[in-house]
T-cell receptor, first 113, second 114 residues
Framework: SQKIEQNSEALNIQEGKTATLTCNYT??????LQWYRQDPGRGPVFLLL?????KEKRKERLKVTFDTTLKQSLFHITASQPADSATYLC????????????FGKGTKLSVKP | EAQVTQNPRYLITVTGKKLTVTCSQN?????MSWYRQDPGLGLRQIYY???????DKGDVPEGYKVSRKEKRNFPLILESPSPNQTSLYFC?????????????FGEGSRLTVL
């Protein structure tokens, strides 16, 4: 069956450092992958989408890579700030469906001042 | 303002008492979906709808019903709630024409079943 794994439940880093979050998937060849941010008690908010033919995507301090050989996406936040503290979710389109997403369990990022 | 609105945001109920969680979106989106989120299990899809009168099961549909009579509304119905349905529920929508489009989520409905 299709699986999405975000390797770390939690990641603690110091302000100003680069945070790197990992999303791995198995039994799957998604056409694209998405990353969302979720603050406590709130709904997830879309951040970035990267397609299978794109190696890298950037948006301000965010960078996402997509390696279809390794079946892995890396999500980077450069010059991290305490305001970046949140849970980050990766999502893939469910195989055989039209835009139906399944989500990883998320990585809780804490940025300490 | 583009938004997905869920009601109620918080609800405590008792086993067996039917309840409905409403979801409404103002973006004319074709696709709508319900998820539940539990600690350690992440977001799991309950039901989804590709358009009016078209609904399908997600990963955890047992104990839930949905309907899509109008494009903007997608209510989640718990006919006979049980304690294992205590969870944080999210409704989401997406424009079909923008596949792969971003999902817009509501603020969540925290349900406790005693």
């Amino acid at each position: 069956s299709q699986k999405i794994e975000q390797n770390s439940e939690a990641l603690n880093i110091q302000e100003g450092k680069t945070a790197t979050l990992t999303c791995n998937y198995t039994n799957y060849s998604p056409a694209y992958l998405q990353w969302y941010r979720q603050d406590p008690g709130r709904g997830p908010v879309f951040l970035l989408l990267i397609r299978e033919n794109e190696k890298e995507k950037r948006k301000e301090r965010l960078k996402v890579t997509f390696d279809t050989t390794l079946k892995q996406s890396l999500f980077h936040i450069t010059a991290s700030q305490p305001a970046d503290s949140a849970t980050y979710l990766c999502a893939l389109r469910r195989g055989g469906s039209q835009g139906n997403l399944i989500f990883g369990k998320g990585t809780k990022l804490s940025v300490k001042p | 303002e583009a938004q997905v609105t869920q009601n109620p945001r918080y609800l405590i109920t008792v086993t067996g008492k039917k309840l409905t969680v409403t979801c409404s979106q103002n973006m004319n989106h074709e696709y709508m979906s319900w998820y539940r989120q539990d600690p350690g299990l992440g977001l799991r899809q309950i039901y989804y709808s590709m358009n009016v009168e078209v609904t399908d099961k997600g990963d955890v549909p047992e104990g839930y019903k949905v309907s899509r009579k109008e494009k903007r509304n997608f209510p989640l119905i718990l006919e006979s709630p049980s304690p294992n349905q205590t969870s944080l529920y999210f409704c989401a929508s997406k424009g079909q024409g923008e596949v792969p489009g971003e999902l817009f989520f509501g603020e969540g409905s925290r349900l406790t079943v005693l």
